[in-house]
């Protein structure tokens, strides 16, 4: 019989990583919570590879504060080169304007 899915937050998450390393059985932490111990064991490797920014919610991408970093820039450069397009369209229709009107 499969077990119904159970959310819990990241603080719950966080705590229990921190209370296996603080106390050393991880199965009997397992027994006291009722949480599997492959949950467990992936909340740990998770919570060791990216610290505080492990466990980020559903559909949210798992990074690093650089990684973060880096994916805000990308996203100011693409910005900045669609307003640099749109203002060097806007110059091309200004400046075809004015030759049409100053040759009268």
Do not use: H
């Not at 919610?57 to 749109?86: H, N, P, V």
């Not at 203002?87 to 004015?98: E, Q, T, Y």
């Amino acid at each position: 019989m499969r077990r119904k899915a159970r959310n819990y937050t990241n603080e719950f998450k966080q705590k229990v990583v921190e209370l296996t390393y603080a106390r050393g059985s991880i199965m009997e932490i397992c027994r006291e919570l009722d949480i599997p111990r492959s949950v467990l064991g992936r909340w740990r490797k998770e919570m060791g590879e990216l610290g505080p920014n492990s466990f980020p919610g559903r559909g949210k991408e798992k990074m690093t504060d650089e990684q973060k970093r880096i994916r805000e820039l990308e996203k100011r450069l693409r910005d900045a080169e669609i307003e640099r397009d749109i203002l060097k369209k806007a110059i091309g229709i200004f400046s075809v304007s004015d030759r049409k009107y100053t040759g009268s």
